[in-house]
């Protein structure tokens, strides 16, 4: 059986690593940033040419399979052996993702933050996080959804502290990496609380039987819900999980703290879509609901009450902050509760 699995996953990979080709692409930028700093000649460059060149030409590739009739007819394809998946929705948030990575970019090329000495270090971390977050909206396995959010989540503690010699900067680096590890600590623990109940990591199967069966009243099952959303609330800076946000946005750089306003926010977001509206009835692929399932009773009022909570504390907390950073960081909190409102219906129209 093992054989036969190894045969498969071989016949496949040409199918996969054209699917991830943008992914692909991304990890080499990453690897060519790192090797140009050893050529003596351009250890001194400033390396933001590069990173835009790279991140735009990721953008393009994404937006040609978009527009690819090939791809386009793959309505839903598993790749890597069923760890990723490839449809629509993914390819949606990926040239959302990459834009607005190549936008920020172009801003630190402007601001001047990185300077030539440490370009090639920020930008290195800056598209590992970016590779992670992709991979966060397309995750199709547990063990994947971990592993996503901590390739997004250590290079962005190192990206918050970035700043060297100013204290806020550094305080903002700690407060996230103890605020993450924490968050990551509990998640993972929710994942093996799921894996070990349904005996499988696979998360078609795993909210299937959460759906259709009567599992979303067992008490393992609902810890183990509720931690993993936990972690994916803190990226999303969710009420009650936002502390991390306002602190960290404000000791980080402008230009750190607009990336992780954005994109980090867009890839919890498409997360947690994939969960919740596996749980309420997607079956199959990103715009097929077929089923109103037994978890849709306990989701709707859930999602409604945190989207809820998050949008008035968002806005209400904002009218007491003098910083312009920690007012811009309840703003991203507040709009975090707008687009929950949307995943809350269940819907098509809502996820749309």
């Known amino acids: 059986m093992n054989a036969t699995m190894a045969d498969a996953l071989s016949e496949s990979l040409s199918i996969d690593a054209f699917c991830f080709i943008p992914e692909l692409v991304l990890c080499g930028s990453i690897v060519l ?8 000649r351009y250890d001194r460059w400033h390396m933001g040419w590069i990173a835009l060149a ?13 527009a690819n009739p090939t791809l386009s007819s793959m309505r839903s394809v598993n790749l890597f052996g069923g760890m990723l998946i490839f449809d629509s929705f993914s390819i949606f948030l990926k040239i959302f993702l ?39 909206a397309s995750s199709n396995h547990l063990l994947m959804v971990f592993i996503s959010i901590e390739m997004a989540s250590l290079p962005s503690y190192a990206l918050a502290g970035f700043l060297k010699g100013r204290r806020q900067s550094s305080e903002a680096a700690l407060k996230y990496v103890v605020y993450g590890g924490g968050a990551s600590g509990v998640m ?17 199967t795993v909210l299937r039987e959460i759906s259709t069966g009567s599992s979303i009243t067992d008490p393992v099952v ?3 819900l509720t931690f993993l959303l936990a972690g994916i609330g803190f990226k999303l800076a969710s009420v009650p999980f936002h502390f991390w946000c306002p602190d960290v946005f404000e000791g980080a750089a402008a230009e750190v703290g607009a990336f992780l306003s954005v994109a980090s926010k867009g890839a919890a977001l498409a997360l947690l879509a994939r969960i919740v509206m596996g749980m309420g009835g ?21 999602l409604s009450v945190f989207a809820v909570a998050t949008t ?41």
């Open 33 to 40: 940033l790192l090797l140009i700093r050893l050529i003596p």
């Open 54 to 66: 790279a991140m735009a030409g990721v953008c393009v590739l994404s937006c040609v399979q978009w």
């Open 98 to 136: 990459y834009s607005f990575v190549t936008l920020v970019v172009l801003l630190t090329m402007l601001t001047g933050i990185p300077d030539k000495e440490d370009s090639a270090d920020f930008y290195c971390l800056l598209f590992g996080s970016t590779l992670g977050m992709s991979l966060m």
């Open 188 to 204: 993972l623990y929710g994942i093996s609380l799921l894996a070990g109940s349904f005996h499988s990591g696979y998360l078609p």
């Open 222 to 224: 609902v810890m183990g």
């Open 282 to 302: 997607l079956a199959g692929s990103s715009d097929e609901f077929s089923i109103w399932s037994k978890a849709t009773d306990y989701l709707v009022p859930v």
């Open 312 to 352: 008035t504390f968002g806005n209400l907390a904002a009218y007491g902050q003098t910083n312009l950073k920690r007012l811009l960081a309840y703003s991203t909190i507040a709009h975090a509760g707008f687009m929950m409102m949307g995943l809350a219906t269940l819907t098509h129209d809502g996820a749309g």
